[in-house]
Each structure stands twice: as C-alpha cells, then as structure tokens.
C-alpha cells in the first residue's frame, strides 16, 4: 500500500497537471535564486530572465534529452490522458524486491490504458545501437506489468511500452528486438503527425492513437450490435446502418498519408482541417446533422462478418434486414469519407445520444479503398495534386499500363527520397499532405520532372517497352531497389563536394563568359546599359582593353549625335585592364563593372 502511495504521489493530474504541462511546453527551464548565487548560476550556463526586489529570475535552455522527453510528455498530456509522472525520477519496482526499480521517462495513464515511454535524441541523424538499452526494457517488462497489476487490481488497464527516437534511423537489429519484445517504435515523424492531429483534434486524437498501438485488440465493452440492411453495389457486399458516434470512434481509424502511417501504405486521407472540424462540432452542437453517409471498410482478417438474418423480408427483394456484429476491436473499421463528420461528434455531447448514417464494406483491398476515396473526392472537394501523386505512386504502382507503372515508380522515388532518413533529401520533400516550411519545400512532381528528362527508365506505351533505360529492371520492384540508392549516392556526393562543384561550374562559367567578351559588341552592349542605367550626368572616363576602344567611340558618337548625352565621354585604352571588363571614373568616384566584378560577387555569395 506504501508503495502504491508514493507511486500516485508521483503522478500528475488535473490542476497540477496543466501546472507542468506548462514549464514543459517551454523552451528554457526557469528558477529563482538570490542575488548572491546570480554569478554561480551564470558560470553554469544560466542568464538572468527577470530581477526582482528579494530574488532573480534565471532562465537556461533545456538539455537536447530533457527538452526532447518534454515535447512527448505534452503530446500525451494534450492528448487527454488523465496521469503523468510528474518529473524525471517516476520509478516502478519490477520484481517481488521492491527496492528493485526501472526509471520510466514517461508515464501515462487513463481510465483504460497505460503507456510507458523509453526516449532517446540524437544532435544529428545517425543510425540506432540501442541493444543494451531494448534488452533491458524487454526484460524487466513482464515484471513492470505485474506491478501494475498487483498495484490495480480492480482495473484492467491495456498496456503498451512504446520506444520515442528522434534523429536516429533504427538499424535492422534494433528493430527485430523490438518486434520481439512488443515494443512499438515512433520516430519523429510518427510523433510530429500525433502533435498536428492533436492540435486539429484536441483530445479526440487520442482515438487515432489507441486504434494505432492496439490494433486488434478486443474493446470488451463495446456493444457491437448494430440493425442493419444488406445488400450489393458494384459488385461488392455493403451494410447500410445507423450508430453512435463514440462506438464508431472506438473501432475506426482513418488512413492519413503521412510519413507517420507509411507502414500502413497505401494511405489516402486527407490530414483532418481543424477549422472545418470546428464548423461541423459547432454545427452538430447547435442541432444540426449530416444526413449523408459515411463510408467505411470494415476490416475482419478475411473472416466473414456476422450478420443475423430477421425473420421477416421483404419477397423478391435482394437487400436483408438483420443484426450485423461488428467486430470488437481497435482499428477494424477505416474511414474512407467523412472523417469530419464523425470527428465533429468526438467532443460534443451529443456522441451518445445521436446516430448517423453508414455505409459499410467489409474487407475492401487498400487500392481499392484508394480508388473509392479518389472517386469520391475528384466529384466532391478536388484532391491537391500533390496529395493525389502521393496516392497514385501506391495506386498506379501494378497498373496493367506501362505508362502509369513507371509514373507510379517515379512519384515512388521522389516519396523515398523525402522519407528516408538517409536520404539527403530527407524531409524536404512535402508528402501528402505534411506542411509546407522553409525547409520542407519541394514538391513530388518537382522530383519526378526531373526524373522525366533522364534516361534512367526509358520510354514505354501502354503496353510496351519501345526503349530501355540506363536502370530499367523490367519491372518496378527491382527498378526501385537499383536505382533508389545510386541517386541517393549521387546526391550524397554533391552534398559532400559542393564547394568543389560549385567551383568548378564558376570556373566554367568565368571562361564562357571570357570566350563571349573576345566579341567587342558584347562590351558595347554592357557599357551603354550602365551609362543608361545609371543616367551619368557629368563627364567620365572609361576604361577599357584596347580590343574594344574603337568599336566604343562609334557608340559613344553616335548616343551624342542623337543627344542621347550630353556630357564629354572619354574612352581611354588601358592595357592593364583585362578583357570583358571596364572602369568607369567620375568626379564622384569609380565604378568597376564586368566578369571580375560578376564573379566576384558570385563566389562570395555561393563558396
């Protein structure tokens, strides 16, 4: 009992909660000292924040691992759940030793579920060895879990450990440990799409998240019964029905093409629109409804799904009435349409109480999800055409047209060029719908027109080869898998000697430009655009190589004829001024111009 009281005193919740949700949502880690320790604390790294009359307020960054652990504390805490350890040294005793314990890092809890988050930061992206750390974690986990169970025996909490990386890509070992163990792994992807949706959704996001780590998982709870018609459309079996928004919430899970949910692929949804979720809770909660169905897949591993039959139908009628038992498990039902709507229900009061429509398929293949989705959309909200590349790189991927399978493998490319961490490209490639930023700003088809002008595949018709590429395999699987990496390569290597190549393309150019200015109208050209540029109001001398000092006293005779100026202009030979460039000087000083000057300018802000 001692035990499970220090345990709860360790928690947060409530008041308190919000409390340290706010020191860990910022930046800097904030005390208040007097005035004699200021000095101290400076030495430390610490930099007064605000003096006071008694005391100093000091303030100093948050160490990489503390600040990484309190952006996911706050994701969880924002997400709705009801307890967190309040700092760094929750502890939870692992064996029948009580003094035996395990640092968690984070810990959270609900009524239903708890969470126990092991997490690690890199300055730099760089590949995992985190043997030690997984095996350690996998061997005292039945040990934590029996602790809990012992601590709350009247509860039946669903238990997850999940491992929280940022800026590490997992090596090959590391994951299979972590399959081994149960452990599930989110990157910072997988955490930066939980922190957008959960400012979109609010606590509501905490359902996209439970349908994601417990997939499969039983909802004891939940009546699944639900009356329903049964019929067909398409050639496919559909159920149409009426439930309650909070047992939809619990089963469904939307497919939102984002790099977090790329294991999952092919993903199609849109990233949920808070504004617009806003509009449709307000709308609900004012008495308003859809009376538009939505549509889902129910997903049942391939088993056929219960429908029990009523005793009375409609003769000569292909549809049935009848009971349909959806199945009791996280992440069984998919939103193909409507997401909005049923999410505008998940903080409003009326969850419960209220009913809408559905149209249900059951085991649709996720292409075939895709296509119902594009159909529906293309006629409805058009699809962004970058979210729409996104999609058809997975739809158009085993295409029966050759044309279509080497786009979808192109679009498949730049995606992999925007996903994978060892990529140079990484993340700065936007990816269905991730936000746009300074960094994270090229497009997919900004990639494939590149691809386009190569010859890495060859040309093709709809259902031929006509040529082959320098890299094309025969299909798209051995294609990726041989041409991925040298681009990779290619652009690792540009990365690593830009300076070189930047070099070298100045020199080219530098020569170029040499080659064009042996012609002495180009000379002409640029000193006449200066003087009109300029609009030189006062006699001046140029400069010039002796190449170019008769061709330059016929321009200049001639801007005097057609009084074009009207200031003496005075073209002097100089040997000592190379070609392709020039010295204009006036009472007011002097102007250089030309390639050296062009050049100049160029290598200082380039190399």
């Not at 417990?214 to 079996?237: S, V």
């Not at 429908?307 to 992440?331: C, M, T, W």
């Not at 609009?535 to 001639?558: A, G």
Request: charged content about 30%.
């Amino acid at each position: 009992e001692e035990t499970k009281q220090n345990i709860l005193n360790s928690l947060v919740s409530g008041k308190s909660l919000t409390t340290v949700l706010s020191a860990k949502a910022k930046e800097f880690m904030f005390e208040s000292v007097q005035n004699e320790l200021v000095t101290k604390y400076e030495t430390d790294g610490w930099e007064v924040y605000k003096r006071y009359k008694t005391s100093i307020r000091m303030q100093r960054r948050k160490p990489m691992d503390m600040a990484f652990e309190d952006d996911v504390w706050a994701l969880f805490a924002r997400m709705g759940f009801s307890f967190l350890n309040k700092d760094r040294n929750f502890r939870l005793p692992y064996s029948n030793d009580e003094k035996l314990t395990q640092q968690i890092d984070i810990f959270v809890a609900d009524e239903e579920t708890i969470l126990i988050i092991e997490c690690k930061v890199a300055g730099n992206p760089k590949q995992s060895n985190f043997k030690e750390t997984i095996e350690a974690i996998g061997g005292k986990k039945e040990g934590l879990i029996t602790t809990i169970q012992q601590l709350f025996p009247d509860t039946k909490y669903k238990i997850k450990f999940i491992f929280a990386t940022k800026n590490y890509y997992l090596s090959e070992q590391d994951n299979a440990r972590l399959n081994n163990y149960g452990i599930i792994h989110f990157d910072e992807e997988t955490l930066k799409y939980y922190q957008e949706l959960t400012k979109h959704l609010g606590t509501s996001a905490k359902y996209q998240l439970l349908g994601s780590i417990f997939e499969g998982q039983t909802i004891p709870e939940l009546d699944n019964r639900i009356p329903a018609i049964k019929g067909k459309m398409g050639g496919y079996t559909y159920y149409s029905f009426s439930i309650e928004p909070e047992k939809l919430l619990k089963i469904g899970y939307v497919l939102h093409r984002n790099k977090a949910n790329r294991k999952l692929m092919p993903t199609y949804q849109r990233l949920i629109k808070k504004s617009r979720l806003k509009s449709v809770q307000d709308f609900v909660d004012n008495g308003g409804f859809f009376p538009n169905s939505i549509i889902i897949n129910i997903d049942t591993n391939g088993k056929s799904v219960r429908f029990d039959s009523a005793g009375n139908q409609v003769e000569k009628s292909i549809s049935r009435i009848g009971i349909l038992h959806l199945p009791k498990k996280y992440r069984s039902a998919y939103i193909i349409d409507g997401q909005h709507r049923l999410y505008g229900y998940a903080n409003s009061p009326y969850k419960a109480t209220n009913c809408i429509p559905v149209v249900a398929f059951i085991n649709l293949e996720r292409t075939q999800q895709v296509k119902l989705f594009m159909q529906i959309n293309e006629n409805q909200k058009a699809v962004p055409k970058n979210l729409r590349n996104t999609l058809n790189s997975d739809l158009l991927w085993n295409s029966e047209n050759r044309t279509e399978q080497i786009k979808a493998l192109k679009l498949q490319i730049a995606l992999s060029l925007g996903e994978e961490m060892q990529s140079p490209l990484y993340d700065r490639i936007i990816i269905g719908e991730n936000i746009k930023s300074a960094t994270r700003c090229i497009t997919i088809d900004t990639i494939k027109v590149g691809l386009d002008r190569g010859n890495f595949f060859g040309t093709f018709d709809k259902d031929s080869i006509k040529t082959d590429g320098t890299f094309y395999k025969g299909n798209n699987d051995a294609t990726l898998e041989r041409l991925f990496p040298f681009i990779v390569g290619c652009f690792d290597y540009i990365k690593n000697n830009k300076k070189n190549i930047l070099a070298m393309g100045i020199s080219i150019a530098e020569k170029v430009l040499r080659r064009n200015f042996e012609d002495e109208e180009s000379m002409d050209l640029l000193i006449l655009d200066v003087i009109k540029e300029y609009e030189l109001k006062e006699n001046f001398v140029i400069r010039v190589n002796p190449i170019y000092k008769e061709s330059l006293d016929k321009q200049i005779l001639e801007l005097k004829e057609n009084n074009l100026i009207n200031k003496d202009v005075f073209i002097l030979s100089d040997e000592s001024v190379d070609k392709g460039n020039a010295l204009i000087e006036s009472l007011n000083g002097k102007l250089v111009i030309g390639i050296d000057d062009v050049i100049g300018k160029i290598k200082e802000e380039l190399l």
